[in-house]
């Protein structure tokens, strides 16, 4: 049944809960999972902190979660499912993974400006201060 979810996966998305810390130390474990699995290297994983509206109840510091990011070559995007201020990573998450797909088969990928993109830069966060990620393209 579960190997059901790894085949031809195309992009993985680990999400943890910004207010538990336990739903962020588990991420280990699902990319063990992941990697346990021979998701090839190409495929592009990125790593979304939900819940980030609940600002007091925060457990995991975007810092920490940053280093956990770039410790596994991951973009980091922290989001909310319900408040509409932060709703646009959520497309952000999709915008990029579908970039990075689209640059791997060098196919033109539109940006915000329009289309088609500039030549494609390497991964990198926009916002480094913020700890959201933001599609590079
Ligand atoms: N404040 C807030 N609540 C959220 C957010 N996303 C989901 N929830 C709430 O969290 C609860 C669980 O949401 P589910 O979609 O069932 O997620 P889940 O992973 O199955 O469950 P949990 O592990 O409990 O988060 C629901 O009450 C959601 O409304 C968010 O970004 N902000």
Known sequence: MVEHYYRNVHAV???YDVTKMSSFTNLKTWIEECNGHAVPPLVPRVLV???CDLKDLIQVPSSLALKFADAHNMLLFETSAKDPQESQNVDAIFMCL?????AQRSLPCRDTEGWPAQPQPQPRRLDEASGKGSCPC
């Open 13 to 15: 998305v680990f999400v």
């Open 49 to 51: 902190g939900n819940k």
């Open 98 to 102: 579908v970039c990075r797909l689209k």
